[in-house]
T-cell receptor
Framework: KAGVTQTPRYLIKTRGQQVTLSCSPI?????VSWYQQTPGQGLQFLFE???????NKGNFPGRFSGRQFSNSRSEMNVSTLELGDSALYLC???????????FGPGTRLTVL | AQKITQTQPGMFVQEKEAVTLDCTYD???????LFWYKQPSSGEMIFLIY??????QNATEGRYSLNFQKARKSANLVISASQLGDSAMYFC????????????FGSGTRLLVRP
């Protein structure tokens, strides 16, 4: 079974731009979660989607948004990028959300 | 609020020896799950092992075992027969039973295996 895939793997943007990251979960998994990892803040939960519905959201500004499609693929969008948004963005999928989450390789975003 | 504490920022171990990575947690929920993940320099988080709060036995997965002491709220990861490929960051994480779908991570422990 194929694992979680994330595209793109690397991204360089400038302040003020917006970015969209994509995540394809493991086949059959309906829950997709997003995390941000930075050296200063560590791993922080962004949001979780299940069957196209956002069930939980972390403590991030409204510039961070996401969605999930009917095939369980998910996208997250960051608008008006700031330097502090530079991070590794990890997507994880699970069968139901409360079960084991399997992570993708991440998208490394650099904001200049 | 749930919290994970990993007090060892970095550790060394000799190849083929066993090593224990510490993890303590705090939660008021009686139903929770504890996870360990490995993150090599490539960045991907690799699931290693899971322990449920109601599990009677300590979890084991190959060379990984979890020393679960519920009363002390600790869930230490034991890696037996360390290999050079075990050099990585290791994260302990908790998820509560029903009301949340988010993993709360500790700050991680960087393990370096010496040949």
């Amino acid at each position: 079974k194929a694992g979680v895939t994330q595209t793109p793997r690397y991204l360089i943007k400038t302040r003020g731009q917006q970015v969209t990251l994509s995540c394809s979960p493991i086949s059959g998994h309906r829950s997709v979660s997003w995390y941000q990892q930075t050296p200063g803040q560590g791993l922080q939960f962004l949001f979780e989607y299940f069957s196209e519905t956002q069930r939980n959201k972390g403590n991030f500004p409204g510039r961070f948004s996401g969605r999930q499609f009917s095939n369980s693929r998910s996208e997250m969008n960051v608008s008006t990028l700031e330097l502090g948004d530079s991070a590794l963005y990890l997507c994880a999928s699970s069968s139901s959300g409360g079960s084991t989450q399997y992570f993708g390789p991440g998208t490394r975003l650099t904001v200049l | 609020a749930q919290k994970i504490t990993q007090t060892q920022p970095g550790m060394f171990v000799q190849e083929k020896e066993a090593v224990t990575l510490d993890c303590t947690y705090d939660t008021s929920d009686p139903s929770y799950g504890l996870f360990w993940y490995k993150q090599p320099s490539s960045g991907e988080m690799i699931f290693l092992i899971y322990q449920g709060s109601y599990d009677q036995q300590n979890a084991t997965e190959g060379r990984y075992s979890l020393n679960f002491q519920k009363a002390r709220k600790s869930a230490n990861l034991v890696i037996s027969a360390s290999q050079l490929g075990d050099s990585a960051m290791y994260f302990c994480a908790i998820i509560d039973g029903d009301s949340s779908y988010k993993l709360i991570f500790g700050s991680g422990t960087r393990l370096l295996v010496r040949p």
